[in-house]
Nanobody, 112 residues
Framework: QVQVVESGGGLVQPGGSLRLSCVAS????????MRWYRQTPGNEREWVAT???????DYADSVKGRFAISKDNAKNTVYLQMNSLKPEDKAVYYC??????WGQGTQVTVSS
């Protein structure tokens, strides 16, 4: 059975930081890539960042230079370090494992 579980969301002021975590089952974590997406009400899910099995990374233009994706292979965990957060970063953030496995999402709210 595949499990993908996100955590780390919360309320933060503009300019602040949060780190999201995503733990995935070994059988998907080590395959090809892990991705972060986000979604706001009424909108489609938006890709945010990718990390490949080899450690290569890629980012959406909207977060480039502010967010950083990383992983800990020993813990089957992918992280999304979010800095300089803006109100428009408010969304439910989802982790996606290769093979189309999604987590349940974690809410990020950026507000003063």
């Amino acid at each position: 059975q595949v499990q993908v579980v996100e955590s780390g969301g919360g309320l933060v002021q503009p300019g602040g930081s949060l780190r999201l975590s995503c733990v995935a089952s070994e059988n998907v974590f080590s395959r090809y890539y892990m991705r972060w997406y986000r979604q706001t009400p009424g909108n489609e899910r938006e890709w945010v960042a990718t990390i490949t099995s080899g450690g290569g990374t890629d980012y959406a233009d909207s977060v480039k230079g502010r967010f950083a994706i990383s992983k800990d292979n020993a813990k089957n965990t992918v992280y999304l370090q979010m800095n300089s957060l803006k109100p428009e970063d408010k969304a439910v953030y989802y982790c996606k494992a290769w093979g189309g496995y999604w987590g349940q999402g974690t809410q990020v709210t950026v507000s003063s």
